[in-house]
């Protein structure tokens, strides 16, 4: 199967000093980079001429570097609408996304022994499947209650929606199986830190629950990606 890897584009630097950081996918003499978005300090070369990890960038591991101690880092990314801050863990949690959507177009390709072109693959890559959209999906669970009378139960998930949306301005670009543990628990983070009640954070976690649990009854969640059960988030 291809290989797919992060690196950083030194050709190109923005105002800061930094460079691009885009995915590779390589398969025999096929090639072809896509954006991340985010971009760090490609540091410097040792005598043989590679590239040396840095404060910023691993380049042995292609992530970001998770600096220890009490001070927050963060880095950068261009998103469409503007411009977004992420911590390195969260940007790192970004770059697996990433990686992942890649590898599994890959899989795909592989299982079916289609004879694949860079164009087929950029296609797949950038046009994201409507009815995998999770915003998407769940506005339709909102007009489905409305439909059958559940109006309490609408309002409850309209309302959670939109504050998931103000807590992640890419909610709209997001898969269903982008909505897993390492996002619900940032999610509570950010309503604990401004002061949710336990019972309000319980509510909106339920109401998306049941999204994620009706998406895979339609056979277009991920269980694999489910974030709550057994083994996950535990709602207050």
Excluded: H
């Amino acid at each position: 199967m291809a290989k797919t890897y992060f690196i950083i584009n030194t050709g190109r630097t923005n105002a800061e000093g930094r460079s691009p950081i885009n995915l590779r996918i390589c398969d025999k003499t096929k090639v072809k980079t896509f954006a991340t978005g985010f971009y760090a300090r490609p540091g410097t070369k040792d005598k043989d001429g590679k590239w040396e990890s840095n404060d910023e960038w691993d380049f042995e591991t292609g992530r970001f570097v998770q600096k220890q101690g009490k001070k927050k880092f963060s880095v950068m990314r261009r998103e469409e609408g503007g411009v977004k801050e992420y911590t390195n863990a969260e940007a790192n949690i970004e770059l697996g996304k990433f990686k992942d959507k890649a590898d599994e177009i890959l899989r795909q390709f592989e299982k079916a022994k289609t004879d694949w072109s860079m164009g087929m693959f950029e296609q797949e890559f950038k046009n994201k499947r409507t009815d995998n959209n999770f915003l998407a999906y769940a506005k339709s669970r909102v007009k489905t209650y409305q439909d059958n009378g559940q109006w309490n139960t609408a309002s409850i998930l309209e309302a959670s929606l939109n504050d998931l949306e103000t807590f992640d301005k890419g909610l709209a670009r997001m898969d269903i199986k982008d909505i897993d543990k390492a996002f619900v628990n940032r999610y509570i983070a950010k309503c604990v830190s401004r002061g949710d009640k336990p019972n309000t954070i319980s509510i909106r976690l339920r109401a998306i629950r049941a999204v994620l649990n009706y998406a895979i009854q339609d056979k277009v969640g991920s269980r694999a990606q489910y974030p709550f059960g057994a083994d996950g988030v535990k709602i207050p």
